[in-house]
């Protein structure tokens, strides 16, 4: 793996700490029954704004994209660098574990042959032998007018099949609309919308491209995407946590 990638052992313990104190069969049945789960209070205040506030400075990034230019709706965000923010690496490798069981089962139920190792550091071998050795964790900035179109965070033949996002900004404070929204296309049958309300701090678990769902003739798979409605007022930053890197 990289060495850049490589996240220190203090660093994912503290993360791995934190992450624990949630709920996780009651999240996994949430990401069952409807495609997202809410990871309530996941950040404080104070880390938000100091996330947020490394928009600005370059040297935290690998690359800077403007919505519009390419057609992925109006805003702006940046891709981490490695070696990412000991927060965010830390919060990646914590995160990745307990998301691979139910993305594995997800895959027993879809027919899909891919499993999952049981760390983020082994699956990230897998995409850097496959080629794909860019991070992809983002920093999102909107203004009002802003919006991301439904899209799937696919960078290269291995994708993991659930990432995180994590509000930065206060909703009725910092910024007013630009709600998170999630699509699901289920076979012949209209598509499904998910509006998921967040607060500062809160954090989104979803699908990124398929899910199963039980039917009468068992499981048939449905696809989703995701996206943000138009910022009314304010500045709203997010960060992603997408765990398999780039092309």
């Given at each position: 793996m990289n060495a850049h990638a490589k996240v220190a052992a203090s660093v994912v313990e503290a993360a791995e700490t934190r992450v624990a104190a949630y709920d996780w069969p009651a999240l996994a049945a949430e990401?069952?029954?409807?495609?997202?789960?809410?990871?309530?209070?996941?950040?404080?205040?104070?880390?938000?704004?100091?996330?947020?506030?490394?928009y600005p400075h370059e040297q935290h990034f690998r690359s800077h994209i403007h919505m519009a230019r390419h057609g992925f709706g109006k805003g702006e965000y940046r891709y981490f660098r490695y070696p990412l923010p000991d927060l965010l690496g830390g919060?990646?490798?914590?995160?990745?574990?307990?998301?691979?069981?139910?993305?594995?089962?997800?895959?027993?139920?879809?027919?899909?042959?891919?499993?999952?190792?049981?760390?983020?550091a082994e699956f990230l071998e897998q995409c850097h032998a496959a080629g794909q050795t860019r991070p992809t964790p983002l920093l999102l900035q909107y203004v009002p007018g802003d919006f991301n179109c439904l899209h799937q965070d696919?960078?290269?033949?291995?994708?993991?099949?659930?990432?995180?996002?994590?509000?930065?900004?206060?909703?009725?404070?910092?910024?007013?609309?630009?709600?998170?929204?999630?699509t699901e296309q289920r076979p012949r049958m209209q598509s499904r919308v998910e509006v998921v309300p967040l607060r500062q701090g809160d954090a989104v678990a979803f699908a990124v491209h398929n899910r199963p769902v039980q039917g009468t003739k068992g499981n048939y798979r449905v696809n989703l995407r995701h996206g943000v409605s138009r910022l009314r007022s304010g500045m709203r930053h997010t960060v992603g946590i997408i765990f398999h890197d780039a092309k």
């Amino acid at each position: 793996m990289n060495a850049h990638a490589k996240v220190a052992a203090s660093v994912v313990e503290a993360a791995e700490t934190r992450v624990a104190a949630y709920d996780w069969p009651a999240l996994a049945a949430e990401l069952d029954g409807f495609g997202c789960a809410v990871i309530e209070k996941l950040l404080s205040p104070q880390e938000c704004r100091r996330i947020a506030g490394l928009y600005p400075h370059e040297q935290h990034f690998r690359s800077h994209i403007h919505m519009a230019r390419h057609g992925f709706g109006k805003g702006e965000y940046r891709y981490f660098r490695y070696p990412l923010p000991d927060l965010l690496g830390g919060l990646r490798s914590a995160l990745y574990p307990r998301l691979a069981g139910v993305a594995n089962q997800w895959n027993e139920r879809m027919g899909q042959a891919m499993r999952y190792p049981a760390t983020h550091a082994e699956f990230l071998e897998q995409c850097h032998a496959a080629g794909q050795t860019r991070p992809t964790p983002l920093l999102l900035q909107y203004v009002p007018g802003d919006f991301n179109c439904l899209h799937q965070d696919l960078y290269g033949d291995l994708a993991f099949p659930l990432q995180v996002a994590i509000l930065l900004s206060e909703p009725g404070e910092d910024f007013t609309g630009g709600e998170f929204t999630l699509t699901e296309q289920r076979p012949r049958m209209q598509s499904r919308v998910e509006v998921v309300p967040l607060r500062q701090g809160d954090a989104v678990a979803f699908a990124v491209h398929n899910r199963p769902v039980q039917g009468t003739k068992g499981n048939y798979r449905v696809n989703l995407r995701h996206g943000v409605s138009r910022l009314r007022s304010g500045m709203r930053h997010t960060v992603g946590i997408i765990f398999h890197d780039a092309k």
